[in-house]
């Protein structure tokens, strides 16, 4: 059996595996406190990575009876405030472990606290891979990086010039996005254009909570704002805490407390991003928004942008993956972002409908199909590590 199949059957085999911890023991996890999944056969363990100030934290997931070198995998988790712990996380570098290699998951804890800062994330990046790629543990010749949501526009930047010291052997990207601004308009109206027509897709207000925290008292004319800044980190931060859907009316009363603490002048400010779970932002001053908070993530933290291309370095191949009823950030961005780099490199591109953004669909329109569709671009991904 090739390899990149056999590799894909143990990866299936280990997610499936992967399960919460309380469905046995009926104990949820406390606040704070590790998610209670595991993959039953891997191994987790917390590493500390010099090289550097402040040290790197990061959770290595390997299988135990792994007897020679292994493929390393570096996961870059993207901008959430359980990080390296979102179950998501968990259970996807629990099954890759699984599947015979050995992960590396560095926590970046400026995105923990839902600040959008991407340096912070490249330079843990070029640590993590340098210490995975050194570990006798994992075989020669580079590390497949793969990046999460917003993460992936960084492993674009730093994957490059790492794979032409010769750490990187591929990329991957699960969830990501192209454009600054048609993502952003998503998050604000819902729309999103495919094959020539405007289609609408409920947004998870998660995205425009987290943009509008760091951006929106940068934009000129809105440097008052920062209360509108703050409150909206709150209700995002509760909503990284309680894994419930952002729309979900369970937020309405805390939305009503926030608007409350601010200055009559900002609550209408901060009901456009956070309107009642049985509404939408008003369209006309969501379509207004839309361009200033990209102009402004653009000015303060242009590394948000994906690269174009790979500068001086040599390009490595690519695969991308994304969920068709992805409400947190729309599939055409992934396939926006293969055709911006399909003449600079070997890229491809899968939309599945088995996947929203960090969990599985509720609604995909034919299991066969699209569990055909997911393997078989699960199987690329997985194929970046070689031999």
Not at 65 to 74: E, N
Not at 242 to 259: C, E, Q, T
Request: charge should be positive; glycine fraction near 10%; include cysteine.
């Amino acid at each position: 059996m090739p390899g990149p199949i056999r590799d894909t059957l143990r990866y299936v085999w280990g997610w499936s595996r992967g399960r919460h911890l309380s469905e046995s023991d009926n104990t949820p996890a406390g606040p704070g406190e590790r998610p209670e999944i595991e993959v039953p056969g891997v191994r987790t363990e917390d590493v500390v990575i010099g090289g550097g100030s402040p040290a790197l934290h990061a959770r290595r997931y390997s299988r135990p009876s792994q007897k020679a070198p292994a493929p390393g995998w570096v996961l870059l988790h993207g901008v959430t405030r359980p990080g390296p712990d979102h179950p998501a996380i968990v259970r996807f570098a629990g099954a890759v472990a699984w599947s015979g290699a050995v992960v590396l998951v560095p926590d970046i804890p400026s995105w923990r606290r839902l600040n959008l800062d991407p340096l912070l994330a490249q330079s843990a990046l070029r640590r993590a891979t340098a210490h995975l790629a050194r570990d006798p543990r994992v075989r020669p010749g580079g590390v497949v990086l793969v990046g999460l949501s917003f993460g992936f526009p960084q492993v674009l930047r730093v994957g490059g010039p790492l794979a032409a010291e010769g750490l990187v052997r591929g990329l991957a990207g699960f969830g990501t996005y192209c454009r600054l601004t048609d993502t952003l308009r998503f998050g604000l109206t819902g729309q999103f254009r495919w094959r020539g027509r405007i289609h609408y897709l409920r947004p998870d207000p998660y995205g425009r909570w987290v943009v509008a925290a760091n951006y929106l008292h940068r934009v000129p004319g809105y440097e008052d704002a920062k209360s509108v800044s703050r409150a909206l980190r709150r209700l995002a931060d509760l909503a990284g805490q309680r894994r419930i859907m952002s729309w979900d009316p369970s937020y309405d009363v805390v939305k009503d407390d926030l608007a409350r603490s601010l200055p009559e002048t900002h609550r209408h400010l901060f009901r456009l991003f956070a309107p009642p779970a049985d509404r939408e932002p008003e369209p006309e001053r969501a379509r207004e928004m839309v361009h200033l908070l990209a102009d402004a993530a653009r000015r303060i933290h242009p590394e948000l942008v994906p690269p174009p291309d790979f500068g001086d370095a040599a390009p490595v191949p690519i695969r991308l993956l994304h969920g068709r009823r992805d409400h947190l950030i729309p599939f055409t961005e992934t396939l926006a972002l293969e055709r911006l780099l399909r003449d600079r490199t070997d890229v491809s591109a899968t939309v599945t409908g088995l996947f929203a953004h960090s969990r599985e669909s509720e609604r995909a329109t034919s299991r066969v199909r699209e569990s055909i569709r997911f393997f078989t671009g699960l199987s690329e991904v997985i194929g970046l590590q070689g031999r």
